[in-house]
């Protein structure tokens, strides 16, 4: 069946790489509503709408969040940046809707991710947390890097270093963590070739998120069907 979008900042580049990936599978998704800044959620029908897939800034969120609760519809969002009471306002949502919320929407980051969690055998070792991305990149480190040194953390359960942040060019998004030990080095490493890795997860997410029981999901949810 058709999986109808709501796309909420549809003129951002990410919404743009997703509007393309859904006119490229009619048989799979449709795209409802585009709703870009300035627009008004007033004008979407709900009943043609079956998941919002958000894009938007840390500032806007809020209005796509009401949106769905007030509708009773799940909400896929990749919006970085957020604060504390963003965050908030997705685990109280997630209380009456289903809410899937990843800084990184790349099936390949989630499987990083569990990765991650085997690091909990290595002992004196040393951690370090890398990531590059393109010049107009706002934050900084990125939350797919604090992902990542939040799931690094409660693994290995010792104080880590902050990550290491680089900006420059048109780099879509690199991610390396390094265990460091006096005769070997680990290194796991992450890149996005593109803007289309993200566009198909979020579109995965929303397909796998539509029918869902109200609860805060993650991407790596994903993974365990």
């Known amino acids: 069946m058709i999986t109808r979008i709501l796309l909420y900042g549809n003129r951002g580049r990410m919404g743009q790489a997703i509007a393309e990936l859904i006119h490229q599978k009619p048989d799979q998704f449709s795209l409802s509503f585009g709703i870009g800044r300035g627009d008004s959620l007033k ?5 043609e709408v079956d998941v919002a897939v958000d894009f938007s800034t840390a500032e806007a969120i809020s209005q796509v969040i009401d949106w769905c609760e007030q509708n009773s519809k799940p909400l896929v969002s ?17 209380k009456k809707i289903p809410v899937l919320w990843a800084a990184n929407m790349s099936l390949g980051v989630a499987v990083v991710q569990k990765m991650l969690k085997s690091f909990s055998v290595l002992t004196d070792f040393d951690f370090q947390i890398e990531e590059i991305h393109h010049r107009n990149k706002r934050d900084s480190p990125s939350g797919t890097a604090l992902l990542l040194q939040k799931t690094l953390q409660e693994s290995i359960s010792t104080p880590l270093p902050d990550p290491v942040a680089l900006r420059g060019g048109g780099v879509f998004g690199v991610h390396r963590i390094y265990a460091m030990a006096q005769g070997e080095v680990i290194c796991l490493e992450h890149q996005a070739l593109g803007r289309e890795v993200f566009a198909q997860g979020a579109l995965t997410a929303a397909h796998w998120l539509k029918g869902r029981t109200p609860g805060r999901y993650e991407i790596s949810d994903i993974l365990e069907v």
């Open 78 to 94: 990749g919006t970085t940046g957020l604060d504390k009471k963003g965050l908030t306002a997705l685990e109280q949502a997630a």
């Open 43 to 47: 004008q979407v029908d709900p009943r």
